[in-house]
């Protein structure tokens, strides 16, 4: 595995595959964002809003997305087309969204690229991360993107580590990843294409595309009467 950006991502599913021109390995492209919007990014609002959501100087809107009331978008950040940013769903800087997305109530959002169609519905973190075409994070999943020593983060593969160079590195999903309910991604963790990840899973560093992450409990049931013995 080469970790290109093609081996995870879409670039034609994107209006902003200049910033993975120089992006040997994809994860690069993260430390351009800022840089990128402040060179390329036009303010302007082509969509509509409802309500009065916070929309920053800093911020451009395609035609046909929404804004539902009570959404912050503090920028720099840039919005596709017929999107919908759902009440509750928090931009902070550098944030760039492809088009058809979703984004919803109670999630963040941070220096992260996501692609066309990709859905973020429900109590989201998402930091310093890639999400690709059509990938889906369910309720609750968590991009983790610093380690608790707040040292260097690495991807590890194959039992070695591969330096990033970030200290803030949350993932790459590739497209049409599907990850369950409550996930807990660790920084660094680098999910392959058409990949999916059970509910209530911790899984840190490389999986492989085309691949079911399994997480299985070992469940039973007892009566009430067992309890008390």
């Known amino acids: 595995m080469t970790f290109a950006p093609t081996d995870f991502v879409d670039l034609s599913q994107t209006d902003h595959a200049l910033l993975f021109q120089d992006s040997t390995l994809v994860w690069d492209a993260l430390k351009q964002i800022g840089h990128y919007l402040q060179q390329s990014l036009e303010p302007k609002i082509e969509g509509t809003t409802m309500g009065t959501p916070f929309i920053g100087t800093r911020v451009a809107i395609g035609a046909g997305t929404v804004i ?3 959404a912050v978008l503090m920028g720099p950040a840039w919005v596709g087309k017929n999107c919908r940013i759902r009440s509750g769903c928090y931009f902070r800087e550098n944030v760039i969204v492809g088009d058809g997305v979703t984004l919803g109530n109670s999630c963040e959002f941070k220096n992260c690229v996501i692609f066309n169609e990709a859905e973020i519905p429900h109590f989201n973190y998402v930091g310093d991360s890639i999400v690709g075409y059509k990938a889906h994070l369910a309720a609750g999943v968590i991009l983790s993107n610093v380690r608790l020593d707040r040292g260097e983060v690495s991807v590890k593969y194959e039992g070695s580590k591969i330096d990033t160079g970030l200290r ?4 790459v999903i590739g497209d049409r990843v ?6 807990v ?3 660094g963790s680098i999910i392959g294409r058409n990949s999916m ?3 209530l899973t911790h899984f840190g560093g490389v999986l492989p595309a085309n691949t079911v992450l399994q997480n299985r409990q070992d469940l039973r049931q007892v009566s009430k009467e067992m309890l008390k013995r």
């Open 178 to 183: 599907e990850i369950g309910c409550n996930t």
């Open 68 to 70: 539902e009331h009570g």
């Open 168 to 171: 803030k590195f949350g993932a």
């Open 197 to 199: 990840i059970y509910p």
């Open 185 to 187: 991604l660790s920084p």
